[in-house]
T-cell receptor
Framework: DVKVTQSSRYLVKRTGEKVFLECVQDMDHENMFWYRQDPGLGLRLIYFSYDVKMKEKGDIPEGYSVSREKKERFSLILESASTNQTSMYLC?????????????FGPGTRLTVL | AQSVTQLDSQVPVFEEAPVELRCNYSSSVSVYLFWYVQYPNQGLQLLLKYLSGSTLVKGINGFEAEFNKSQTSFHLRKPSVHISDTAEYFC??????????????FGQGTILTVHP
């Protein structure tokens, strides 16, 4: 079974702090994704990485950056956390044989910024 | 650009009743269509997907969906629901081919609540 793990289930940070969210997958997948999930808005893509050290902006990249130094690990960085970044963050990974391949999701990190 | 609209934010239903969760999409190019489910306190998992061919797609847990190109819809159905189907359901699309990397665009989600 594909396994995608996220470093924390719940995280509470203060405004202005630098926040790191970690995602690890164990299936040698090329593609990895970061989404945020908000009630009534569904999931929105923040960034994705199609291979090591490669990244592309998604639909809402402002206020976020990412890092992918190793194939299995994809980090989301909030340079200076703000209250409007309080949300559920979901990581996903996918092998890339075709663009229709399934994305596999982690359990999510619920981030609260005070 | 693609967009997805899930027409119902919440659907309450009694156990063993049929259910339909509605999804409409907008795209100027061919798309792949997906339904994902999120059980409480869990990540998303794939229920089913439409790539091409037969417009009726069968997925896990007895769910099926029908692709209707003329109405740009991809509604999810189950003939008899169980308490354990209580979850949030997401419809999603991705562009078929091109340089999109298969990025998913999600709908707003539909919360299905099954009552005993």
């Amino acid at each position: 079974d594909v396994k995608v793990t996220q470093s924390s289930r719940y995280l509470v940070k203060r405004t202005g702090e630098k926040v790191f969210l970690e995602c690890v997958q164990d299936m040698d997948h090329e593609n990895m994704f970061w989404y945020r999930q908000d009630p009534g808005l569904g999931l929105r893509l923040i960034y994705f990485s199609y291979d090591v050290k490669m990244k592309e902006k998604g639909d809402i990249p402002e206020g976020y950056s990412v890092s992918r130094e190793k194939k299995e690990r994809f980090s989301l960085i909030l340079e200076s956390a703000s209250t409007n970044q309080t949300s559920m963050y979901l990581c996903a990974s996918r092998i890339t044989l075709t663009w229709s391949d399934t994305q596999y999701f982690g359990p999510g990190t619920r981030l609260t910024v005070l | 650009a693609q967009s997805v609209t899930q027409l119902d934010s919440q659907v309450p239903v009694f156990e063993e009743a049929p259910v339909e969760l509605r999804c409409n999409y907008s795209s100027s190019v061919s798309v792949y269509l997906f339904w994902y489910v999120q059980y409480p306190n869990q990540g998303l998992q794939l229920l089913l997907k439409y790539l091409s061919g037969s417009t009726l797609v069968k997925g896990i847990n007895g769910f099926e969906a029908e692709f209707n190109k003329s109405q740009t819809s991809f509604h999810l159905r189950k003939p008899s629901v169980h308490i354990s189907d209580t979850a949030e359901y997401f419809c999603a699309v991705s562009v078929a081919g091109g340089t999109s990397y298969g990025k998913l665009t999600f709908g707003q989600g539909t919360i299905l609540t099954v009552h005993p």
